[in-house]
C-alpha cells in the first residue's frame, strides 16, 4: 500500500505564489509517476502537471509557464510551485495528488487552493 499526504494550500491572492507538496509513504516502486490534479467545484478532476521516477514532465496548457513539478526521489516527495504573480481565481481548486506505479493508482486526500482578492 501506498499514502500519500499533501500539504501547502491555502488562501492566497491573485498574482501571488504557493508551493503544494506531496509525501509518499509505503510500498513505493523505484519506476513509478507522480502528478498533481485538481477539481474545482462542479468541474471534473483534471490533470495539472506529471512527472516520471526520471524527471520527464508534462503539463497541462493552462498551467504551462506559471507551474513547476519537480521530486525528490531520495524522499519520495513531489512539488508544485505555482509561481509569483501567476496565480489566478480560475486556478481555485481541491489539489489532488496521485502516485501510478506498475497498475496502481493511489491519491492524497487533497488540499484546497483558493485564489481570491
Known amino acids: 500500500q501506498v499514502q500519500l499526504v499533501e500539504s501547502g494550500g491555502g488562501l492566497v491572492q491573485p498574482g501571488g505564489s504557493l508551493r503544494l507538496s506531496c509525501a509518499a509513504s509505503?510500498?513505493?516502486?523505484?519506476?513509478?509517476?507522480m502528478g498533481w490534479y485538481r477539481q474545482a467545484p462542479g468541474k471534473e478532476r483534471e490533470l495539472v502537471a506529471a512527472?516520471?521516477?526520471?524527471?520527464?514532465?508534462?503539463?497541462a496548457d493552462s498551467v504551462k509557464g506559471r507551474f513547476t513539478i519537480s521530486r525528490d526521489n531520495t524522499k519520495n516527495t513531489a512539488y508544485l510551485q505555482m509561481n509569483m504573480n501567476s496565480l489566478k481565481p480560475e486556478d481555485t481548486a481541491v489539489y489532488y495528488c496521485?502516485?501510478?506505479?506498475?497498475?496502481?493508482?493511489?491519491w492524497g486526500q487533497g488540499t484546497q487552493v483558493t485564489v481570491s482578492s
Open positions: 512527472i516520471t521516477s526520471g524527471g520527464v514532465t508534462n503539463y
Open positions: 496521485k502516485l501510478s506505479q506498475f497498475v496502481s493508482n493511489y
Open positions: 509505503g510500498s513505493i516502486l523505484s519506476i513509478n509517476v
